[in-house]
């Protein structure tokens, strides 16, 4: 009998060891796939990116640059990449810094799309997909109420412009080392043999060069270089080198292989984590990411995260990268939303050392400019965080989120309508009323603001001071169904039948419900203490909610 559980003990580890193992490789074919992702995503998309940088007088209009950066950085996936071009043009006197300004902002949402993406890979599960499409979205709801507060300062005070003038004037600035790329190290093994792009081909067409047009992004000639000085010349080694196809026809290719792969190592991501992570180790994972301080130093825990967000996010050079890869970990429960909004305000911060960085390493004449938008990245990032973070009030972006997951696990075709609406249509109407003129813009945008804010004041007073309000004002029962409830469109969507039981049972029939503790409350391996003070208010509203429903149901079962 001892014998047989040393042979259980040892077959234990060695399944686990052998999952560990799997788990790592797993994670790293993860990385890559987004990496070709990118790649896919410049070369279907690239040309187009260029040729949107090359209007400046577009770029002129705040609005039109904002709206350009998000649509520029959905097209290559890559901030790094869309953030370079406007330093490129910066430096090189084909934009000003107050033109580039908006552009940075609308980079910043652009970048927030992948991990989204990447959490539409777990709608399988209704509770996994709300958790990890909560944590995905909390990402864009703080990027855009940044930039509701901040674009409208910017433009009327020049806040960003001024600090980042003041930095540069400050600082004896010159010219430094490349930044370091400790990701592409482990990565561009295999990224390298599959394909490789000219990344100066998108500048260039940028900049005006119209030598570059007919030029293809697939790179065919590589150099071997000593002490960054070029040795020699030689045929690059992967798989597109010397292809006929166009660059569009490859990248197609490139994004669905990619996103087969994506998806396909995100699946059994999941699942090996699932078998993992539970029971002792999920109690002792929790016990360190999740838990707060003691009082009264429960506020340094929050700090802290965004300290590793900023780390992390440092030594993988990839804000999508760092989101993505903690958004399974969110959709499985180890890592709550509370926990991931100050790791992804980190992220934020961190992406933006390494643009530094990279600016740093610029040539003496474009040095000053290229610091001053690295820098208006880092300061439009860390004021939306004292905006958005320090006083739990203000932390808005987690309740939007809620919100946002509700609805998907409610719902699943929301999220595709929401990416749809948020990164593509929203942007492109409000790209297409800038170039009509202020006047249009104002005619039309102005009435739209008014009745959103009307709704919502309405809405707060509803929950809090119904008294306040006129009669009719008092619920939205007067309205027709499409208006107030998505379940008319999800009726002609979904033709199968939502499950009732399942709703009643997570109280999404109920508002503001979004369950996003940890762990499900019948989870018996975590200790309630173990939960943070925020997941505990949650876990008690639906413990409260579940038990009037139960009181109800016994009460007409009586009846």
Known sequence: METLSKLQRMRMVASTVCKIHLLLLLLYFFVCSLDILSSAFQLAGGRVAGDIFQKNAILSNPVAGLVVGILVTVLVQSSSTSTSIIVSLVSSGLLDVPSAIPIIMGSNIGTSVTNTIVALMQAGEREEFERAFAGATVHDCFNWLSVLVLLP?????????????????????SSGDEAPELLKVITEPLTKLIIQLDGSVITAIATGDQSAKNKSLVKQWCQTTTLKVIVQDYICMHLFVDCSLSDLAIGLILLACSLLVLCSCLITLVKL??????????????????????????????????????????????????????????????????????????????????????ALASPGDKLAAATQVALCHFFFNLLGILLWYPIPATRLPIRMACALGNHTARYRWFAVLYLLLCFLLLPSLIFGLSMAGWKVMTGIGVPIITVIIFV????????????????????????????????????????????????????????????????????????????????????????????????????????
């Open 273 to 358: 984590l699932n078998s993992l992570l539970k029971g002792q180790v999920a109690n002792a994972i929790n016990n360190v990411v999740n838990t707060d301080f003691p009082y009264p130093f429960t506020w340094l825990a929050g700090y802290l995260a965004i300290l590793v967000g900023a780390g992390m996010t440092f030594l993988v050079q990839s804000s999508s990268v760092f989101t993505s890869a903690i958004t399974p970990l969110i959709g499985i429960g180890v890592i709550s939303i509370e926990r991931a909004y100050p790791l992804t305000l980190g992220s934020n911060l961190g992406t933006t050392t390494t643009a530094t960085l990279a």
């Open 153 to 173: 300062l910017e433009a009327v005070s020049g806040l960003l412009r001024r600090l980042s003038q003041a930095v540069v004037d400050t600082l004896q600035l």
């Open 456 to 559: 919502a004041t309405v809405n707060i007073l509803q929950v809090q001071r119904p008294d306040c309000l006129p009669p009719r004002l008092q619920n939205w029962d007067f309205l027709p169904g499409w208006m107030t409830s998505l379940q008319p469109l999800d009726d002609n969507v979904d033709k199968q039948q939502t499950d009732e039981n399942w709703m009643k049972q997570r109280g999404l029939d109920s508002p503001g419900c979004c369950d996003l503790q940890q762990f499900h409350e019948n989870n018996t391996d975590i200790k309630p203490s173990n939960i943070s003070t925020e997941n505990k208010m949650y876990h008690s509203t639906n413990k409260e909610i579940k038990s009037n429903n139960d009181s109800s149901h016994l009460q007409s079962t009586h009846l």
